[in-house]
């Protein structure tokens, strides 16, 4: 091993010392430390002085943006909503999905309707299969499963917070302690602490200039805000600040270019997998007697005509109905579903979404899971229907 | 847990405010050991009896050793510390390794065989206390140390927290003398500990995790195949977080360690900056470069029977020293090619013995040393060979026509943390950190420490492990 270089090279001074390479097959003694001279208690008191002034500016700057402090939506939230089908509720009715039930679902509404709150287990950007798979994995869940079909992500297998699984799977108890603290003693008092706004992430999205052959794509930005329980809703700052509005509206665009999909007939593959694995899972909970319903909540606009393009209804939705056979809601069969504002184009304003919960628990009641409920059949669009449209 | 993480802030404020009471030296040695398996357990608790089976292991080991009379029962009980705790890792850390490359070379002469499903997890840490636990054996055999005067102490040096999982790998010459008497940190030591943790953090969560790890995932965990700057950069980006990690991690360990009055030794010594390998390895994870020294290559033989031996010990030691950071032959060729570069150097140093070089070919010399040290970090990242060629094939510019895989911010990311750490280096290269603090006006020590906290704070660190958790 090395050993040839002289120890010389190190600037005799006081605070120099030797280490273990330069004492080759001896007994190592007791390290030293020297702590260097300075006046350690007032250079103390101006660091966290200074780190509270800095700290204090950022946080009024974020304020100033219309940031509130909200629960962070990471994955050790998910897992405490996950470990609940555990400890208990394997009855209860759990939402999977991706963005738009998350957000446009209010469980406080839904509590008040059902008597029971839901579980929610949506994670934006991502496919709810693998944790309809999961679920049809653990047989301590018997309940009902509200699925969430937001086509884009849905039907690409797209899987931004595939992790949370894995994580709620493998959470170490220091890892669950730390969850509280945040809970408890960061998220609620500063709204600075949200990813979004995390110093790399604000560096990463200024203007830089975009490198030959390599587009600037910007990350979605924050949309929303979330309850311990992750109770979410959109943003309000995405519904009052136009150009706040129009960056979310400009950042779905940049995914609506075809060119960043795959070839028409490898899309169809990737669709028919995406439907086969769900029909899968969809299967083993049924034969438990779960209820399984997929749900298509509203967009509008830009989005909603980029989803009609790329994922026609009957080529997606209704054979994804036809080959689980479990039966479906699409937002537009239904008037009580349709005309609320989605300020981006795909989730609802949050001033809306407690109607909105009302008149989806309604339908569900209604058509699918009260006592005389009829479901229509899969793929076939359900009877005219009787509640009045929203206002 | 993890230094970087709010558990480990109230751990250690309660440690902290334990350690302060006016209790006696063995209340408060019992509370340390007893917070120790708690930070340990707080992992995965069962993993703690691993800690236990290597305390008990080697205590006992060394007590028969001292009580032995003849030279095989001290060869006797020297061999059970080692196969016990060599067992150990084996068993955890390379059991799926072993039984992939029997599969493969059963599958090789034509014999299809089927191991059953092989599904351990890597106990944290365990390369660590294990080598640390074994050096008390060894030196006890080699006789440079008595055995600890009792099992309190002992399992105390196994198991103190800031050096438990990640090292510095500790001697029990260096931290066992230090629990023979009363040890409480002085105002100003505490401030220091603080400080000191506050710089390895700010390595590690600010340096390593927000700025450098995307750019090397965004090269490395890719299937795309990289060009030339990509290919570069992102090699650079890694060795610019391995060492913010792994530095990062012995500085906050060296401090909160300094918050309790206790010391520990050096681990880094702005390794980027060396000239020549057997510089480079004087200054990058000492403790484990000593270790291995002292207890593989220096029994081997060294240096003493003749270059061909030499040789012989230095590449074996490097490539097991390659094959401890990691159970798959990616690590092996990183040691390997350590082991070729040391060996390289020193028929060189042999052939030019009076050789010194002026000042512009020494930061030259520096300069190469650091071309091929990231040629060897290609290994180290890559998980497979074919990622390893591929990266390699795009730093020597034959991957051309290939799309870009950084975006403009990441490129220039990695180009002022990584030119920081260099030009850091070689500024730092013959100082220590204590005598440039102990130079700077105080007003600026107190402002860029303040300021590193910030920057700690407002990255919002996710609590990532460090990489050499895995080891």
């Known amino acids: ?391 | 847990m993890v230094f970087n993480s709010l558990t480990f802030i109230v751990f250690f404020a309660c440690v902290l405010l334990m350690h302060s009471l006016p209790l006696g030296w063995t209340t408060k040695k019992i509370n340390l050991l007893l917070a120790s398996y708690l930070f340990y357990s707080a992992w995965n608790p069962p993993f703690v009896i691993l800690l236990w089976v290597s305390t008990v292991v080697d205590w006992y080991a060394a007590q028969g050793l001292v009580k032995a009379r003849r030279q095989s029962a001290r060869h006797a009980w020297m061999l059970l510390s080692v196969i016990a705790n060599l067992g150990m890792l084996g068993y955890f850390k390379y059991g799926q390794f072993l039984l992939q490359n029997f599969t493969a070379l059963m599958s090789a002469i034509g014999i299809a065989y089927h191991p059953a499903h092989y599904d351990i997890v890597l106990p944290v840490g365990i390369s660590f206390y294990t080598f640390a636990t074994m050096s008390y054996t060894l030196d006890v055999y080699l006789r440079r140390a008595l055995p600890a005067r009792n099992l309190l102490d002992y399992a105390l040096f196994v198991t103190f927290f800031p050096h438990l999982v990640a090292g510095p790998i500790m001697r029990p010459t260096e931290l066992v003398p230090q629990f023979a008497v009363p040890r409480r940190a002085t105002a100003d030591q505490l401030r220091f500990g603080l400080a000191l943790m506050t710089i390895g953090l700010f390595n590690k969560i600010v340096l390593a995790d927000s700025f450098l790890s995307h750019a090397a995932e965004d090269v490395y965990d890719t299937s795309k195949i990289p060009g030339t700057l990509d290919a570069w950069a992102g090699t650079l980006a890694f060795s610019g977080q391995i060492f913010c990690d792994f530095a990062g991690y012995s500085t906050t360990a060296i401090g909160a360690a300094l918050c309790l009055g206790f010391a520990m030794p050096d681990n880094f010594r702005f390794p980027y900056a060396a000239v020549g390998f057997s510089d480079f390895w004087r200054r990058w994870h000492i403790t484990l470069s000593s270790w291995l020294r002292d207890y593989l290559y220096i029994p081997l033989g060294g240096n003493r029977y003749g270059a061909r031996r030499t040789y012989a010990a230095l590449m074996t030691t490097m490539l097991l020293g390659g094959l401890w950071h990691g159970a798959n032959w990616t690590f092996v060729a990183w040691g390997g090619l350590h082991g070729v570069y040391l060996s390289i150097e020193r028929a060189l140093r042999a052939r030019f013995a009076g050789y010194r070089p002026g000042p512009v070919v020494f930061v030259l010399l520096g300069l190469f040393t650091y071309t091929l040290v990231n040629l060897t970090w290609v290994f180290f990242r890559a998980r497979t060979f074919g990622k390893a060629w591929e990266v390699l094939r795009g730093m020597l510019g034959q991957n051309g026509g290939v799309e870009p895989l950084l975006s403009t911010y990441r490129l220039v990311s990695v180009a002022v943390i990584v030119g920081g750490i260099l030009l850091t280096h070689w500024l730092m290269r013959t100082r220590t950190l204590e005598s440039v603090i102990a130079r700077t006006p105080a007003l600026l020590v107190c402002a860029i420490w303040g300021l590193l906290v910030f920057l700690i704070v407002i990255v919002q660190g996710e609590g990532n492990a460090f990489i050499y958790f895995q080891f």
């Open chain 1, 1 to 391: 091993m090395p050993s040839s270089t002289s120890s010389s090279e190190v600037r005799p001074d006081r605070y120099a010392r030797q280490t273990a390479s330069d004492r080759p097959g001896v007994a190592q003694p007791v390290p030293v430390r020297p702590v260097p001279e300075q006046p350690w208690g007032r250079i103390f008191l101006g660091a966290v002085a200074l780190f509270a002034v800095l700290l204090a500016g950022w946080e009024a700057h974020w304020r100033a943006f219309g940031v509130t402090p909200s629960m962070n939506n990471d994955d050790g939230l998910w897992a405490i909503q996950r470990r609940r089908i555990d400890a208990g509720e394997g009855t209860a009715t759990v939402l999977v999905g991706s963005s738009r039930v998350f957000f446009d679902v209010r469980l406080p509404v839904w509590e008040k309707l059902a008597g029971r709150r839901p579980i929610q287990l949506c994670l934006e950007g991502t496919t709810p299969l693998p944790f309809l798979e999961d679920l049809a994995a653990d047989p301590h869940f018997t309940g009902r499963v509200l699925v969430g079909i937001d086509p884009q992500v849905f039907f690409t297998g797209f899987r931004y917070r595939e992790g949370a699984l894995k994580y709620a799977r493998k959470e170490s108890p220091s890892q669950r302690i730390g969850q509280w603290l945040s809970m408890h003693f960061v998220e609620p008092y500063f709204a600075f602490d949200d990813p979004d706004f995390a110093l790399q992430t604000v560096l990463e999205r200024q203007p830089w200039p975009a490198r030959p052959g390599k587009p600037w794509l910007s990350e979605v930005r924050k949309l929303s805000l979330h309850e311990a329980d992750r109770n979410s809703y959109l943003w309000g700052k995405v519904e009052s600040d136009p150009q706040y509005r129009e960056l979310a509206r400009n950042i779905w665009r940049q995914g609506f270019d075809p060119g960043l999909y795959p070839p028409p007939q490898k899309l169809k593959e990737i669709i028919k997998a995406q439907i086969d694995g769900t029909a899968k899972a969809v299967a083993t909970l049924r034969a438990r007697g779960v209820q399984v319903l997929f749900v298509r909540l509203p967009s509008s606009g830009e989005y909603l005509a980029f989803e009609n393009r790329m994922y026609p209804r009957a080529q997606a939705w209704d054979q994804l109905l036809k080959v689980t056979g479990a039966p479906g809601l699409y937002f537009e069969d239904y008037p009580e579903l349709r005309g609320y504002e989605l300020p981006e184009w795909s989730h609802i304003n949050a001033s809306q979404t407690e109607r909105f919960t009302t008149a989806l628990y309604a339908i569900l009641q209604r058509d699918f899971w009260g006592p005389a409920a009829t479901p229509p059949a899969a793929g076939v669009p359900p009877p005219a229907p009787s509640a009045a449209a929203p206002r």
